[in-house]
Nanobody, 115 residues
């Protein structure tokens, strides 16, 4: 069973930056894409960013131009650099690994942006 471990969340002031990391417990050869979703209180989980096995990226509309996703295959790790954070970015951020045998999710890391 693959495990995903997120880190890097925390409290930051509006306009600040954070970098999230997600490490997979083992190398996955059947990846479709890997990325980040978030869920704010009372809202549905939404896509933040993903990177496909081929390296293509996709971003949620509200984070385009502010967030950057990247991956380091040798370390089974995906990163999310978040800049120009605003209070609307406050949520629990979940790492997602989508493979041909199904999705895997991390436990989530809280990001709180104060105004």
């Amino acid at each position: 069973q693959v495990q995903l471990v997120e880190s890097g969340g925390g409290l930051v002031q509006a306009g600040g930056s954070l970098r999230l990391s997600c490490v997979a417990s083992e190398s996955i050869g059947s990846i479709i894409h890997m990325g980040w979703y978030r869920q704010a209180p009372g809202k549905q989980r939404e896509l933040v960013a993903l990177v496909t096995a081929g390296g293509a990226t996709q971003y949620g509309y509200s984070v385009k131009g502010r967030f950057t996703i990247s991956r380091e295959n040798a370390k089974n790790t995906v990163y999310l650099q978040m800049n120009s954070l605003n209070p609307e970015d406050t949520a629990v951020y979940y790492c997602n690994l989508n493979t041909i045998v199904g999705p895997y999710w991390g436990q989530g890391t809280q990001v709180t942006v104060s105004s």
